[in-house]
């Protein structure tokens, strides 16, 4: 009896123990990083939670994936505007320079005779000039462009005359002499073909070359009060002429897309306003050589561009 109560006592005193050393061996490999291999059962909780927690919620604006978006349509001093046709219309005044005497075989009215003399055809003339025709603007790029012209082109000198004179006649027979204007008209076709630069989108200074075919001609004497015109005869132009032009202007948007553009311009003629032939006045019979004088023109511009 106290040999089995013995050996009981023996063998709870050994569980105590090996409960003991169990213990102390969990707390050594918690102090040491050392872990058991789990269980295979818990392996597989794992891996179906995991398979089952839903991450996209954990996903911060920080860490969200960038989506490709469309760029908007380049604006870089690199475009190029879309090239325009258009209408042109220029008017403004028109003068000489170079002016020279000629020697001539002129007609005297006050003494009805003729004196051989030397005198400025041009002296003292002013004009009015018109041009109209077609346009092409062709933009290079935002900044720089080309713009050629056709044109028809009138020039009308015009003065005072001192050496011509209207005879007219009063009620009572008498003939008198009124003053006449002096009217010399050239009809051209112009071309031309000038460079622009955009300091903006809306203003642009330019400058080219023109080339002037000469039509046609004509000198008239003219008094309005008594409706007196008479054909002096033909007046020929320089058969071809070249001109530089230099100017500027502004642009503004038009409805449909279409544009207004308006502007300044100066014309520099480098050849003569006349053929190198004698000049004749039929009306008189006299004539004169003929001069190097040549013409200059500033002008209003209006262009209007689809």
């Known amino acids: 009896m106290k040999t089995s109560y013995l050996g009981a006592i023996v063998l709870a005193c050994s569980m105590v123990a090996a409960a003991n050393a169990q213990d102390d061996y969990e707390d050594y490999a918690y102090d040491e990083g050392v872990a058991e291999s789990a269980p295979e059962s818990y392996d597989e909780d794992v891996s179906t939670a995991k398979s089952s927690y839903d991450y996209s919620s954990e996903v911060t604006k920080s860490e969200e994936v960038p989506v490709a978006m469309d760029l908007p349509e380049d604006k870089s001093a690199?475009?190029?505007?879309?090239?325009?046709?258009?209408?042109?219309?220029?008017?403004?005044?028109?003068?000489?320079?170079?002016?020279?005497?000629?020697?001539?075989?002129?007609?005297?009215?006050?003494?009805?005779?003729?004196?051989?003399?030397?005198?400025?055809?041009?002296?003292?003339?002013?004009?009015?000039?018109?041009?109209?025709?077609?346009?092409?603007?062709?933009?290079?790029?935002?900044?720089?462009?080309?713009?050629?012209e056709i044109n028809i082109r009138l020039i009308d000198y015009f003065k005072e005359s001192d050496i011509y004179y209207a005879r007219v006649h009063d009620d009572w027979g008498r003939t008198y002499y009124e003053p006449v204007d002096e009217n010399m008209m050239l009809v051209d076709i112009s071309i031309p073909v000038m460079g622009r630069f955009y300091a903006t989108k809306n203003f642009f200074a330019e400058a080219g070359v023109q080339f002037n075919l000469n039509l046609a001609g004509s000198f008239t004497l003219d008094n309005a009060e008594y409706d007196y015109s008479e054909d002096v005869g033909e007046w020929n132009g320089e058969t071809f002429g070249v001109s530089l032009n230099f100017g500027g202007g502004a642009t503004f948007d038009a409805k449909n897309g279409h544009a207004i553009e308006i502007g300044l311009r100066f014309i520099l003629d480098l050849t003569r306003l006349e053929a190198d032939e004698m000049v004749k006045n039929d009306a008189?019979?006299?004539?004169?050589?003929?001069?190097?004088?040549?013409?200059?023109?500033?002008?209003?511009?209006?262009?209007?561009?689809?």
């Open 78 to 148: 690199s475009s190029r505007p879309k090239n325009r046709f258009g209408f042109h219309l220029g008017v403004g005044l028109s003068g000489t320079y170079g002016n020279e005497e000629a020697l001539g075989y002129y007609y005297n009215p006050n003494t009805e005779k003729y004196d051989f003399d030397e005198r400025d055809p041009f002296d003292g003339y002013m004009g009015l000039n018109l041009d109209f025709g077609f346009m092409y603007v062709f933009y290079i790029n935002n900044r720089i462009a080309i713009a050629p």
């Open 284 to 306: 008189n019979d006299s004539y004169r050589n003929p001069v190097e004088t040549k013409g200059w023109h500033l002008q209003f511009v209006c262009n209007f561009l689809f």
